[in-house]
């Protein structure tokens, strides 16, 4: 299957911001002058680099003059930031954009923008299917969004979907609520070009940020009080600073020295990219949390190549081999899609069978949904029928509880250091938080802890995705 990268799309017909060039000193005094700017609504949809970037986007409103709201009905302006990954994502949005209708009519003068994947994606035919939209931009164009939304309020459709080859966003930070947890974008983009995915098309070329800005905000959310961090990335384990210098697993030890209270976690990770000397990192600095996100996809060699994962079955295997072996009580989990294009009752199979051998904490599974204009889309026939691929993926999403049940049973009787994160959903008598491995505890409150600190937890009952326990 050949390889293809994503173009530099250029919109015709509606006004193009470049991200690129300078902008003159008389103009940035303009804008960012003192003078109040109107109120925006921001939505996430998808994942969680979709959710940082919001807070970039933001921080780059605020300092424009913006202010941000929880209120669509308070606000001047309404943004989507959208996913594109399966089309029920898009669906989403779609109905989301008719029920916004009300709130236009109410008031013209309301700008409603869709920012991220599907903006990417749709580009100009965005405005010709929703009529409602003023303005659109993909995820490297955030920093243009102040002009886009004066050309949306001169009545003029506004929209950039640049994509960058060095756009990280490095010198934002990011309006972050408070909390116990935060999310650092690390690096941007994907170069693997997965044959289901519309992710390189999207987001553009990988490129990661420069690392003493990410050690910098790490020390700085540490001096705020978070006291965990979550390192994020469409493929993070490839990241790459300085020629090589500075790999991921460099980057991981050098963030653990800062605060070695601080928990730090990482996702999405490719196969190919999990390193020994990454896995040795893990394993020998306390505060590195030992939980791997890594997406499998299917157990079945020759999907995977359909797949173009550039692993196969065995190699993937010993990748689990080699995390079990170095980090024995290593926590997993992974993405798995059920009815790729051509996949057999025995590939399937051999997706079960899998599951079974690594024994996830949990999968993420998904319906294969056909992407426009992807590598599989073009070359493969999306030939499983829908009942079939709904029923294979019952038949993984059962497995998989099950072997979860069966792990988190595994740790009745034994104690963890659980991060308190605030009331469990349940009850406010009740605080939920997370071991290292990432499993959600619950347990009663003493009276004697808030959110955020670290307590010892003896577990008491399980369920396939909560452990109960008491304080001890
Ligand atoms: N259809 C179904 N699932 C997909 N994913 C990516 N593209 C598709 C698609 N076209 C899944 C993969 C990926 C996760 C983020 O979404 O499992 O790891
Ligand atoms: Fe998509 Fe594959 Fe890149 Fe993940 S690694 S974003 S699935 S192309």
Redesign the pocket.
Known sequence: MSIELPTLDIIEGSKEIATTGEETYAAKSKRSGEAKKGKVYIESYG?QMNFADSEIVAAILKQDGYSTTDSETDADVIFLNTCA??DNAEQKIHSRLQSLKALKRKNPKLVVGVLGCMAERMKQSLFEQEKIVDLIAGPDAYRSIPQLIELAESGQKAANVFLSLEETYADITPVRREGVSAFLSIMRGCDNM?S????PFTRGRERSRPFQTILDEIKMLSDEGFKEVTLLGQNVNSYNDEQGKVNFAELMYRASLIDEKMRIRFT?SHPKDISDELVSVIAERPNLCKFIHL?V?SGSTRILALMNRNHTREDYLKKIEMIQSKIPDCALST???AGFCTETEEDHRETLSLLEQVRYDYA?T??????PN?P?AKKLKDDVDNATKQRRLQEIVTLTKRIAAERYAESIGKVYEILIEGDSKRSSEMWMGRTDNNRVAVFPKTGQEKAGDFVKVRITNATAATLIGERI
Do not use: K, L
């Open positions: 994942c990954i399966r997965c289901f995915c519309v992710v999405t997406p996809q993405d798995i899609i993420f998904f319906i294969y949904s056909e992407r992807t599989a």
